[in-house]
């Protein structure tokens, strides 16, 4: 699987990206899928995951009530909607997936993903 994250840039606090990840490959429709994100001098952690029916979602407390996760199976594209964004939320955004035998798995550590793409920058001005 390759996997390719856009839609990355610069905007003001307050403000909103949409992050894409496209993928290639005929059985994305049963990978996991998560959004990790690494910030200057930091690791890389998790940020929201979907499941590969798109029924379950998960999210970093950071970002509960502000980012939404969405899947379209048939585009294999997976987006993450980011309002409200803040200073802290700049950062590399990272997609990366792992083949799911459950439809509602969904996995939440950076050791548990298998693919991961190149990242796609954030950056939230103050």
């Known amino acids: 699987v390759q996997l390719q994250a856009s839609g990355g840039g610069l905007v003001q606090a307050g403000g909103s990206l949409r992050l894409s990840c496209a993928a290639s490959g005929r059985t994305f429709s049963r990978y996991v899928v998560g959004w990790f994100r690494q910030a200057p001098g930091k690791g890389r952690v998790f940020v929201a995951v979907i499941s590969v029916s798109g029924g379950t979602t998960s999210y970093a407390d950071s970002v509960k009530g502000r980012f939404t996760i969405s899947r379209d199976n048939a585009k294999n594209t997976v987006y993450l909607q980011m309002n409200s964004l803040k200073p802290e939320d700049t950062a590399v955004y990272y997609c990366?997936?792992?083949?799911?035998?459950?439809?509602?798995?969904?996995?939440?550590?950076?050791?548990?993903?298998?693919?991961w793409g190149k990242g796609t920058q954030v950056t939230v001005s103050s």
């Open positions: 990366a997936v792992r083949y799911a035998s459950g439809d509602s798995d969904y996995y939440t550590s950076v050791n548990d993903m298998r693919y």
